[in-house]
């Protein structure tokens, strides 16, 4: 999914400040994005954000639906390039047919995950199949680490087994949990699952102290510890937790994804589909992109590519994590 913001801002992140990270549960909550057009299918975005820009090296998260795309319209996003980063695709409902300048043609599916890299560059389009009626999911990324920013173009699809849970059940597209590991390939270490409780369930799920873990709802009356947290919200838990209780307090089933990792050390700029570590880097990415080289081109998608939007007066600047 692009970021089809037309005056996207600068967002910069990176190595940790000094001193001890915050030892209670921080909510981060969603602003409303339109995805473009006067039709526009809106998304909820927890990452980044002011209070808070990185969870281990996931840097963009946005939740939509359910939505009646007879009502919002559906998604439909041309050919638009990512550079510097990893897409991770999860859909609770729906379908959403995927083609890049690999060659992929793929659809996302349900519980199936989709991981396409960036690399030095790739651009992609994402379109709502007609089959489908209510689309409800997440688009996220991962920023790569330096050593592994200009890596080759990649693709990714993986289909988790279910994991049962005491309370719940787990799949896990990304890193390890509950005794299961992922296959697909990250350069960084990485968590991403997603958990499904019961009604009235409590879970406890040994994690890793060293990552730090952000946890978003997408349905139910979720306590993390003892935090409460609403639909849409994404609460943070920083590193030295060896464990996260997880408890649905609704009458219903609940569902939420599990973010983790260890706290991203360096620092990038991102600013639209491309994230960097200067703004010459975002400058360079945007012309190449407006020129039509280095992202390669999408077969079979019918219209034009998304044009890069205009970049702001002032220079783009990495900093430190914001805390």
Known sequence: MSNTETHPTETVCGADADGPPPPGIEILTPRDVPLGGPRAMRVRRTLPQRARTLIGAWCFADHYGPDDITESGGMRVPPHPHTGLQTVSW??????EHRDSLGSHAYV????????????????????????????GAQLWVALPGEHRDTARDFQHHVPAPVALDGGEARVFLGTLAGDTSPVRTFTPLLGAEITLDPGARVTLDVDPG?????????????????????????YAPPGRTALTLTNRAPDPARL?????????????????????????????REDWMKGVRFGEVQGYDGAPLPAPELPNAPLKPRGRVR
Do not use: C, Y
């Open 91 to 96: 859909l609770f409902s729906g379908e959403i």
């Open 109 to 136: 599916r349900p519980g199936e995950l989709n991981l396409m890299t960036g690399g030095h560059g790739i651009s992609h389009s994402e379109v709502s199949t007609r089959s489908t009626r209510i689309l409800h």
């Open 211 to 235: 990552f730090e873990h952000g946890v978003l709802v997408d349905s139910g009356d979720i306590l993390l510890a003892d935090t409460a947290l609403k639909p849409a919200e994404l609460g």
């Open 257 to 285: 994804l599990l973010l983790g990792g260890p706290p991203f050390e360096e620092e990038i700029v991102m600013w639209w589909n491309f994230i960097g570590r200067s703004h010459d880097d975002i400058v360079q990415a």
